[in-house]
């Protein structure tokens, strides 16, 4: 099976070269890292990532902050990443088993071995959740501009309340331990998304941007907390509109389990920061080690 590229010419561009320096600009932006991600060898042991997934001229430099950490810590053999169900499609944990992913790069292998130790339970053999959704796919070019040679296991989470989480969390972490590979799990998720493009105004008197700042700093304390049900909760009695809360928890609770205690933000940002307006999404960089 080979999945085509859904975001290509439209999150990111569209051809090898011109996405080659898009990338590139990520990193040497002045919202970016400062310079071009070298790989290292591995000092923190980073289990786990927290990346955005918007176009790469809102959200690219700050997805470089973790890409660039991901790189000098080692890289990995595989990468598991989640990804929150924008379209609706498919089951309501999807993975993607077998076959190859494309981009402008070329082909990613799904590591098939980590895929079926996975398979079961809450987790779905569907490709259909994958098939137009951008928040896996926009993770795959920073990967193959670092290195060509990894595989990937794509979760697709249209359910993302506690116990589900925690199910895919425990299922992650078995198969990894089960693993002699380096394997990194990726969370992608946007934050806050404010104002009259996502109906969700701010209170009399804030601008969106300080609103999204606001709401996604008490979201971010408990991932730096490693509280992934109490993540779950704020985001809730908080109304913090972030997509991908539950593939954050998923992720805390696998990481956890493999003994991972630190969290550490490296970069946050939002929308508003490149170009203004009535609406604004905020983006978080972290790495977990």
């Known amino acids: 099976m080979l999945r085509k590229p859904a975001a290509a010419g439209q999150f990111y561009a569209g051809t090898r070269e011109k996405l080659k320096e898009e990338i590139r600009r990520c990193f040497i932006d002045s919202r970016g890292p400062g310079s071009l991600p070298e790989k290292g060898e591995m000092k923190l042991g980073v289990k786990g990532a927290v990346i955005p997934h918007a176009g790469y001229m809102y959200s690219g430099a700050i997805a470089a902050h973790s890409y660039k950490a ?21 089951s309501g944990v999807s993975l993607y088993h077998k076959g190859e992913w494309e981009t402008p ?19 779905d053999m569907d490709e259909n959740a994958h098939r137009y959704e951008h928040s896996i796919e926009v993770q795959l070019p920073f990967l193959q501009f670092i290195e060509e040679n990894f595989s990937i296991v794509p ?11 925690k199910e895919v969390g425990e299922a992650l972490a078995r198969a990894i331990k089960d693993s002699d590979k380096r394997i990194v799990v990726i969370a992608s998720t946007d934050f806050s998304h404010v104002g009259l493009n996502y109906m969700n105004s701010p209170p009399r008197g804030k601008g969106v941007d300080e609103y999204a700042r606001e709401q996604d700093k008490k979201a971010i304390d408990k991932i730096l907390e490693m ?5 779950i909760e704020r985001v809730y009695s ?52």
């Open 105 to 123: 790069f070329g082909k990613v292998p799904i590591d098939e071995e980590i895929a079926k130790k996975l398979l079961g339970g809450i987790i």
């Open 70 to 90: 991901i790189a000098e810590d080692g890289f990995a053999d595989t990468f598991i990443i989640l990804g929150p169900n924008h379209t609706g499609m498919g």
């Open 227 to 231: 509280d992934p049900e109490g993540l």
């Open 238 to 289: 908080e109304r913090i509109s972030m997509c991908g809360y539950g593939c954050v928890a998923a992720m805390l609770f696998a990481v956890r389990e493999l003994g991972a205690r630190n969290a550490k933000l490296l970069k946050y940002g939002t929308s508003y920061e490149v170009v203004p307006g009535e609406s604004c999404v905020g983006y978080g960089a972290l790495i977990v080690y």
């Open 155 to 165: 979760i697709c989470m249209a359910m993302q309340d506690v116990d589900t989480s």
